[in-house]
C-alpha cells in the first residue's frame, strides 16, 4: 500500500467550526458522508459558491507545510515523492531518495532527480485561501497544506507547469495534457468539497464544462469533509416523524390512485426549466391525497432508482432535492399533494435533517437511508414492498439500464434491486431481502458487462432467473419492453435520454405507476432498437421526459436513428478504370444517393454508384459520399475512406474514331509490325494506332520495337 495511504492528517482538522470562536462561518459543501460514491458530473452541485475572499492578505507562512507527520525522517514532499515515483525509490539517511522517476501528470515531462520536480498542492493555497482558509487555525491551514489522507490533493508536477498553473482555478488554467484534465478537475472539486471550500461563478462553470459526458460518468468516492458548517439550521415547530427500526413494518398494500392519470393521443412532453421543474411538472399529473411522496437527491441517481419503483408500487410521485435545502417549489408541490407519508430516499448526507424537520411538517416521515447506495435500496424494498414474487436486477453503478425495468417493474408490482455489478456475488443482506419478499423468479437487466455473469450463476442456484441485455443501452430498454409489455397494452410510453438521469428519474416513478414502459433515446431520433419496439407496442401517448435538447420532437415523434456504415469503394483508381461504391450495411429498406469527391470536393455530374476515373482526376485522392433515405428516419450521410492518388495506366486504346492517342498516353503502337513511334518521329502521324503506351519503356514491355525514323 502507498505510504500516502495510511498517513492520517491531524484530528484537529475535524474539530467543528464552533471552535474557531468569532471566526466566520465556513460553508459546508452540501455534501455527502465519507465513503459514499457520486458520479464526476455531481460534484459541482456538492459545492457553495461564493465570490472570492479578497479583503484578507493571503499570507504563505500561515500554511506550515512539508511537516513529518509520522516522524520517519520524511516530509510532506519526500512522502508524496516515494509515493509517485514510477519506478523503486531507495530511501537512505535523511530521506535522501536515488532511483526514482516521476512523470507529470500535467505535461508528461519526466525528473529523474527530486531536485527536477515540485510537489503541487492541486487547490494551490492562495487560491484555498481566498476560498474561505482566511478564516481557519493555524492547525487548520498546516493540515490542509500536508493532506495525505487523500491521494490527490498533492501531485508531482515538472516545474514548468507548476509555475504556469501557480494559483490559478480551472476556469484559468488546464494541463496541457489533456487526457489528464478530467482527473485533474475531479481532483479539484473533491479537494473543494473536502475542505468545504467555496467556488467562485466562473470556477463552478468551468468545473461543470469538464465534468460532463464521458468524464462525468466517472463514479467517485466522496472523502471526510475535515470541516462542519457553524450556519444554524432552522428548527420549526416538532412534528411526529416515523423513523425506520431494524426491521421495518410492511407498507399496507397500495391503494388506487383518487383519480385516473391520462395522457392526451399523441405526443405530449412533462418538462421544466431545471430538474427540479421537470420532477414538479411529473407530479402535477397527480391528485392531491397520494398515499405517500418519495423525496431524493437530484445530484445522484442510485437513491431516485430504487424509489422510483418504490413510488409506483405506493402509487406517488418523486420529487428531487438539492442535498441541503429544499426550493420552496418543491415544498409547495409536496403540500398540494397531502401525501400520508414522506418517504426520504437517503441518508442526512444526502438529504439533510433539515429538510426533514421541514417535511415532517406537512406528512409524517420516514427516512430509508443506508451506509451506501446498496444499503439505502435495500432499506426501501424492505419499508416499500410486503412481498413479491418477482424482482428486477440491476447494477447501481450507471443510471439507464435500471431506469428502463422502472416501467416493467411497476407493471408487475416488483422492485428494482441494485447490485454493484461489477462484484462477483450479491451481499448476503440482499439476498436475505429476497427471501424475505419471497421472490421466486428474477430479471437481470443488462449484459455481463453491467451485471456480471458470477452474479448470475448465484442467483440461478436460488431463483428462477433470466438476463435481459442488448448491445446497447438502448437496445437494453427496448429488449427489456418486449418482453413485458405487449401491443395496447400500455397507455403510454416514455422517452428519456440515456444520456444523463434527471428528468428522466421522477418520469420513471409516473411510468411505474401507469404500467407503461419507459424507453431511453438520444436527443435527436430514437435508436433502431427503440424505433422498432415502439411502433410494435403501438401507445395511444408517447411522453418525453425533460425539454427539447434532451428529446427533441424529432425523437418524441419516434423518428428512427438511421443505422449506417461507412461505404467502400472498390476498383483501381487509375485514368480509364471504373469505380464501384458499395454503400455497407444500413437499416432494411434505405435508398441511397450519391456523390463522388476529388480531394474532398464535389465532382460534377458524378452522382451514380460507379465512376469513371478521367485524366482530370490524376493526382487527386477519390472518395464517395453516401446518404441515406429511409421512411421514419432520419437523413443520415457517411463518408467513404479516400483512394490512393489517381494515377495513369502504362497503356490504353486509341482515342475512339481517331488516329489519335490520349496525350498523358502518346506512343502510338502499330500492331501489325509491331513497332511503336514517338511523336516527332517521321512517321507518327501516318500511324493508325491500336495501342497507346505512356512510355517507351511500356512499350518494349508489351513487345513493341522503336521505329527507325
Not at 500516502?4 to 452540501?30: E, F, N, Y
Not at 423525496?295 to 422510483?308: I, K, Q, R, Y
Not at 437517503?346 to 424537520?357: D, L
Not at 428494482?416 to 419471497?438: E, H, K
Request: hydrophobic share 40%; proline share 7%.
Amino acid at each position: 500500500m502507498p505510504k500516502r495511504a495510511i498517513i492520517a492528517v491531524s484530528t484537529t482538522a475535524a474539530l467543528i467550526v464552533s471552535l474557531l470562536g468569532a471566526q466566520p462561518a465556513l460553508a459546508t459543501p452540501t455534501g455527502t458522508a465519507q465513503g459514499a460514491q457520486t458520479t464526476a458530473t455531481a460534484l459541482p452541485g456538492l459545492l457553495s459558491v461564493q465570490a472570492p475572499d479578497t479583503t484578507h492578505s493571503y499570507d504563505r507562512a500561515a500554511f506550515e507545510h512539508w511537516i513529518d507527520a509520522d516522524g520517519d525522517g520524511c516530509n510532506t514532499r519526500y512522502e508524496v515523492l516515494i509515493d509517485e515515483s514510477t519506478t523503486p525509490v531507495t530511501i537512505s539517511e535523511r530521506c535522501t531518495l536515488t532511483g526514482g522517476t516521476w512523470v507529470s501528470p500535467y505535461d508528461g515531462l519526466t525528473a529523474y532527480s527530486p531536485a527536477e520536480i515540485e510537489i503541487d498542492h492541486v487547490v494551490a493555497l492562495a487560491e484555498a485561501w481566498r476560498s474561505g482558509a482566511w478564516a481557519w487555525s493555524d492547525q487548520q491551514r498546516e493540515d490542509f497544506a500536508n493532506d495525505l489522507g487523500v491521494g490527490y490533493a498533492l501531485t508531482a508536477a515538472s516545474t514548468l507547469s507548476n509555475q504556469s498553473k501557480s494559483d490559478k482555478d480551472p476556469a484559468r488554467w488546464m494541463p496541457t495534457n489533456g487526457a489528464y484534465a478530467c482527473e485533474y478537475v475531479t481532483s479539484w472539486a473533491l479537494m473543494k468539497y473536502r475542505w468545504s471550500l467555496t467556488v467562485d461563478s466562473a470556477e463552478l462553470a468551468a468545473l461543470q464544462t469538464t465534468l460532463s459526458g464521458s468524464c462525468g460518468e466517472t463514479i467517485v468516492d466522496l472523502p471526510q469533509v475535515m470541516l462542519a458548517s457553524t450556519s444554524p439550521e432552522p428548527t420549526p415547530t416538532p412534528t411526529p416523524t416515523v423513523e425506520p427500526t431494524a426491521t421495518p413494518t410492511p407498507t399496507p398494500e397500495p391503494t388506487p390512485a383518487p383519480e385516473p392519470i391520462t395522457f392526451p393521443a399523441g405526443t405530449s412532453r412533462l418538462a421544466g426549466a431545471d430538474r427540479f421543474d421537470t420532477a414538479i411538472a411529473v407530479s402535477k399529473k397527480y391528485a392531491p391525497g397520494v398515499e405517500a411522496v418519495f423525496v431524493a437527491t437530484a445530484m445522484n441517481f442510485p437513491d431516485a432508482l430504487s424509489a422510483a419503483a418504490a413510488a409506483a408500487y405506493l402509487n406517488g410521485p418523486l420529487l428531487l432535492t438539492p442535498a441541503s435545502s429544499m426550493p420552496l417549489k418543491v415544498r409547495d408541490e409536496i403540500k398540494r399533494l397531502k401525501p400520508k407519508k414522506i418517504y426520504i430516499a437517503g441518508g442526512s448526507a444526502v438529504v439533510s435533517e433539515s429538510i426533514r424537520r421541514s417535511l415532517s411538517a406537512i406528512a409524517p416521515v420516514q427516512r430509508l437511508g443506508g451506509a451506501s447506495r446498496y444499503e439505502t435500496g435495500q432499506k426501501i424494498v424492505k419499508s416499500v414492498f410486503p412481498s413479491s414474487s418477482h424482482a428486477f436486477i440491476a447494477t447501481g453503478r450507471t443510471f439507464p439500464d435500471a431506469l428502463a425495468a422502472t416501467g416493467a417493474a411497476g407493471a408487475n408490482a416488483a422492485p428494482v434491486v441494485l447490485v454493484d455489478g461489477v462484484s462477483r456475488s450479491v451481499p448476503a443482506a440482499t439476498l436475505n431481502m429476497l427471501a424475505g419478499l419471497g421472490v421466486k423468479s428474477v430479471t437481470i437487466v443488462g449484459g455481463t458487462g453491467a451485471v456480471s455473469s458470477s452474479i448470475e450463476s448465484q442467483l440461478r442456484q436460488r431463483y428462477s432467473t433470466s438476463r435481459i441485455g442488448g448491445a446497447d443501452r438502448y437496445a437494453t430498454a427496448a429488449n427489456i419492453n418486449n418482453a413485458f409489455f405487449s401491443a395496447g397494452t400500455a397507455p403510454a410510453a416514455f422517452l428519456a435520454t440515456g444520456q444523463n438521469f434527471p428528468d428522466a428519474l421522477a418520469g420513471a416513478a409516473l411510468a411505474g405507476r401507469l404500467k407503461s414502459p419507459v424507453y431511453v433515446t438520444t436527443a435527436a431520433c430514437v435508436p433502431e432498437a427503440s424505433h422498432r419496439s415502439l411502433k410494435t407496442l403501438s401507445a395511444r401517448s408517447t411522453v418525453a421526459l425533460g425539454g427539447t435538447a434532451v428529446v427533441s420532437n424529432t425523437a418524441l415523434g419516434n423518428t428512427g436513428c438511421l443505422s449506417a456504415s461507412a461505404p467502400r469503394i472498390s476498383g483501381s483508381a487509375t485514368v480509364t478504370s471504373r469505380l464501384t461504391a458499395s454503400p455497407g450495411a444500413w437499416t432494411s429498406g434505405t435508398t441511397f444517393r450519391y456523390q463522388w469527391l476529388a480531394n474532398g470536393a464535389a465532382i460534377s455530374g458524378a452522382t451514380g454508384s460507379t465512376l469513371s476515373v478521367t485524366a482530370g482526376m490524376a493526382g487527386k485522392r477519390l472518395s464517395v459520399r453516401v446518404t441515406g433515405l429511409n421512411s421514419g428516419y432520419t437523413t443520415r450521410t457517411m463518408t467513404s475512406a479516400s483512394t490512393a492518388a489517381v494515377g495513369y495506366p502504362s497503356r490504353t486504346v486509341p482515342i475512339s474514331g481517331t488516329w489519335n492517342c490520349p496525350s498523358w498516353a502518346p506512343i502510338k503502337g502499330n500492331a501489325d509490325s509491331m513497332i511503336y513511334h514517338v511523336p516527332g518521329g517521321q512517321y507518327y502521324a501516318r500511324t493508325n494506332p491500336e495501342e497507346c503506351f505512356r512510355t517507351e519503356s511500356a512499350a518494349v514491355a508489351a513487345g513493341y520495337r522503336k521505329s527507325q525514323r
